[in-house]
Structures are given as structure tokens and as C-alpha cells.
T-cell receptor, first 115, second 114 residues
């Protein structure tokens, strides 16, 4: 069984500052993928970034980076230079590579960017 | 632009009614999923399908069934809707490996059962 824990129900950040959203996971799978998705108030889930369990380097996509610490089973999302449009709910998820796509999600973190 | 389209954004149904939620994807993805999203509970997997006419139960299949007669279409069926099925329903699709398993989501269907 897989489990994702996001301990921050809500976060605030000042515009142009960096913010870290926490995610820890638990799995018995040896090979897995970790994902972050963004859900704006419009409701549609948007894929942000992916990290494979065997990837040695942390993933980066523009202003998003994933701080992957395998031994600690953490996969924190770092958003640099926050923008007002980053205000949304963020979900951490994982799926075993043997069943790619069958993802387990955390409860989400609501991020509010203050002007 | 590639898309996952859900047939209805908002539905209101009565207890005991049969409800169909339709989902169509135009990306030729093998895998399709139905998730339910409730506040504080994240997304929970109801059913998924890796191929036409194939289906597998997710974490919360009770009270739901699915149909996948064509590759691009995956339907969620509530045989007899109940108030505790009031929720946001999200359809998603993904490509089989070697892709990462990134999910492409529809806009969601918000169902209210009275």
C-alpha cells in the first residue's frame, strides 16, 4: 500500500518569495514515481513536475523544483519567485512504475500568494 | 490541444437515480481513471482501466461501476445515487510506460445528490 502525507493544509507566501510545500510518502515498491499537481480555483488539475525513484538529480521545471530525499521518503515542492497566479491547491502523488498512472494522492496544500 | 473532456460540469440528481458520468480523451492513451475528490481527503481512486473492456477496482469502488467499450471513452455509473456520493468526480488518462504515468485530467464533474 502507498501513502502520501501533506502536513500543511494551508500556506501563505509573499509575492516574489520562494516557498516549500512538504510531502512525505510511504511505499513498499522499489520503483516509483513522484508527482506534483496544481489545482486552481477553476478545478482542473495540472501536472507540474515528476521525479523517478532512481533519478539521482532533483527534477526541475522552470520555477518548480522537487527536493527529493529518498532516505527520508520526502518529495518537497519548491516554488521560486512566487506569483499571484500560483495561488492554488497543490497535490503530491505517487505511483508504482509497474502501474504507472495508478496514483495515490495526498490531501493537498492550499497556497495563497500575498501581493 | 490534447484534452480529457467530461460530459457535465455540474449535475443535480435525486437519491436512487441512475447517474452516468462520461469521459472522453483524444490522446490515444491506454489508461483511464476515475477519481473522487472531497475536501480534506484528497483524491481517491474509484476505478481504472488499462485497456478496452478491462476494468479494475480502485480504493473506493463500492456503489460505482464503469464501462470502457472504446479506447477513448470511460464511463462512471452510479447505479442508485446516494447523498454520500455528492462529490467532485475527476476523470484522468495516462500513457503506458515508458511514460512516467503523468495524469491528464478533465475539468471535473460536480455531482450533488439530493
Amino acid at each position: 500500500a502507498q501513502k502520501i502525507t501533506q502536513t500543511q493544509p494551508g500556506m501563505f507566501v509573499q509575492e516574489k518569495e520562494a516557498v516549500t510545500l512538504d510531502c512525505t510518502y510511504d511505499t513498499s515498491d522499489q520503483s516509483y514515481g513522484l508527482f506534483w499537481y496544481k489545482q486552481p480555483s477553476s478545478g482542473e488539475m495540472i501536472f507540474l513536475i515528476y521525479q523517478g525513484s532512481y533519478d539521482e538529480q532533483n527534477a526541475t521545471e522552470g520555477r518548480y523544483s522537487l527536493n527529493f530525499q529518498k532516505a527520508r521518503k520526502s518529495a518537497n515542492l519548491v516554488i521560486s519567485a512566487s506569483q499571484l497566479g500560483d495561488s492554488a491547491m497543490y497535490f503530491c502523488a505517487m505511483s508504482p512504475l509497474s502501474n504507472a498512472g495508478k496514483s495515490t494522492f495526498g490531501d493537498g496544500t492550499t497556497l495563497t500568494v500575498k501581493p | 490541444d490534447v484534452k480529457v473532456t467530461q460530459s457535465s460540469r455540474y449535475l443535480v440528481k435525486r437519491t436512487g437515480e441512475k447517474v452516468f458520468l462520461e469521459c472522453v480523451q483524444d490522446m490515444d492513451h491506454e489508461n483511464m481513471f476515475w477519481y473522487r475528490q472531497d475536501p480534506g481527503l484528497g483524491l481517491r481512486l474509484i476505478y481504472f482501466s488499462y485497456d478496452v473492456k478491462m476494468k479494475e477496482k480502485g480504493d473506493i469502488p463500492e456503489g460505482y461501476s464503469v464501462s470502457r467499450e472504446k479506447k477513448e471513452r470511460f464511463s462512471l455509473i452510479l447505479e442508485s445515487a446516494s447523498t454520500n456520493q455528492t462529490s467532485m468526480y475527476l476523470c484522468a488518462s495516462s500513457r503506458t510506460r515508458p511514460d512516467t504515468g503523468e495524469l491528464f485530467f478533465g475539468e471535473g464533474s460536480r455531482l450533488t445528490v439530493l
